[in-house]
């Protein structure tokens, strides 16, 4: 009970911070003090550190010897195209992988997901992530998986600086369902074009926002 007491106390203050990054109230080269943290969460400094390890590994933070925790300074346009390239290939030969391994409580997973986002909730983004999991977990290929999930968390800050609009919402939706549609047919060229289509749409939606909030093209 301790532990999981613990362990919710961590998770807690890893999400605090982390939407406090997101959210832009922390900004890149921001020093995160662990007392301060502790006043402002009211969360004591034992998770508050769990909480700060995890988002080091996620690349929101950086832990710098003798500075301390520091708010990581986001990818670069040239990083996020080539991750986006990555994630493309990547996840695409994961899902052909999993095409023979889904169980039937798999896919009714993926279907009860699906309904869940197609009622446009505000957690659409972790629904999306959740399917994303799903068919991942099923290739059995653990290792690459965790590459595949730590090449989303290294664009996690520019994936929260737009809104997921109701138009946006739907086309993924659509997307998901052709996704799944695709893998019910077990047909790995059409898992895996309906996979690139649905990570590179993300990507367009992130090169329109930036080129509007800067008022230059993303390239």
Known sequence: MVDNKSFMKSLQAYEKIRDMILTGAKLP??????SELEAELGI????IREALMRLDR???????????AIVATPPTQKEI???YDLRADLEAKLAVEAIDNLTDADILKLEALIARMEELPRNHYQLDREFHRV???????PHLCNIAQA?????ESVLNVYRREKDHCIKFNQQHRAILDALKRKNPEEVK???????????????????????VPFE
């Open 81 to 83: 195209l080539h991750i």
């Open 135 to 141: 068919i991942c977990a099923a290739s059995k290929l």
């Open 193 to 215: 074009a309906a996979f690139e289509i649905n990570i590179k749409s993300g990507l367009e939606i992130i090169k329109d926002t930036f080129s509007k909030l800067l008022n």
């Open 29 to 34: 080269g921001t020093r995160l003090v662990i």
């Open 58 to 68: 996620s690349g929101l933070v950086q832990n710098i010897p003798y500075k301390g």
């Open 44 to 47: 004591g400094r034992g998770p």
């Open 151 to 155: 090449l989303v968390q290294s664009v």
